[in-house]
T-cell receptor, first 110, second 114 residues
Framework: TQLLEQSPQFLSIQEGENLTVYCNSSSVFSSLQWYRQEPGEGPVLLVTVVTGGEVKKLKRLTFQFGDARKDSSLHITAAQTGDTGLYLCAGGSGNTPLVFGKGTRLSVIA | NAGVTQTPKFQVLKTGQSMTLQCAQDMNHNSMYWYRQDPGMGLRLIYYSASEGTTDKGEVPNGYNVSRLNKREFSLRLESAAPSQTSVYFC?????????????FGDGTRLSIL
């Protein structure tokens, strides 16, 4: 069974600070996705990474896929209150269903 | 576009009652999924349908049944609800069954079993 471990589980920071959240596994994934979920809503896809070592940027968010395709990180620069939410990573291979991590709950305080 | 629509949004049941959660997507997607989300547990796959006419068990299928009614609709049934099934249920869809496909989620059904 493929498992994805996310850390930290909870993170509370001041507006303007930088942060990194991690998604780790002992398994190799052919692709990894990051989602953000706000209260009362379903998760929304932020990015998909498919190549080992790949780095993708989405405004102040930087996503990296590990060289061995077993881990990923999400870095947020100068966090804003609008970044508050639950961040989920999900990994998959071939046509097997995605496996989701348990999430990192981020709170950005003004 | 509506995307993925789930009904109802909220429901309270008594132990032993039955219920069907409805999900419909208007994106002409082939694959659909049912997840449950519990505090600290992330999203766990209950059942999925890779294409119309097929269904497969996910990680936590016990106590649930599904029906892929047509390409648009995928329902989840609890035959005899138990308090352990109190959760938030999400339906999602993807264009194809590939794991690199973006999942489009509904806004969830919040189900409480007393």
């Amino acid at each position: 069974t493929q498992l994805l471990e996310q850390s930290p589980q909870f993170l509370s920071i001041q507006e303007g600070e930088n942060l990194t959240v991690y998604c780790n596994s002992s398994s190799v994934f052919s692709s990894l996705q990051w989602y953000r979920q706000e209260p009362g809503e379903g998760p929304v896809l932020l990015v998909t990474v498919v190549t080992g070592g790949e780095v993708k940027k989405l405004k102040r968010l930087t996503f990296q896929f590990g060289d061995a395709r077993k881990d990923s990180s999400l870095h947020i620069t100068a966090a804003q209150t609008g970044d508050t939410g639950l961040y989920l990573c999900a990994g998959g291979s071939g046509n097997t269903p995605l496996v989701f991590g348990k999430g990192t709950r981020l709170s950005v305080i003004a | 576009n509506a995307g993925v629509t789930q009904t109802p949004k909220f429901q309270v049941l008594k132990t032993g009652q039955s219920m069907t959660l409805q999900c419909a997507q208007d994106m002409n997607h082939n694959s659909m999924y049912w997840y449950r989300q519990d505090p600290g547990m992330g999203l766990r796959l209950i059942y999925y349908s890779a294409s119309e006419g097929t269904t497969d068990k996910g990680e936590v299928p016990n106590g649930y049944n599904v029906s892929r009614l047509n390409k648009r609709e995928f329902s989840l049934r609890l035959e005899s609800a138990a308090p352990s099934q109190t959760s938030v249920y999400f339906c999602a869809s993807t264009k194809t069954a590939g794991s690199n496909q973006p999942q489009h989620f509904g806004d969830g059904t919040r189900l409480s079993i007393l």
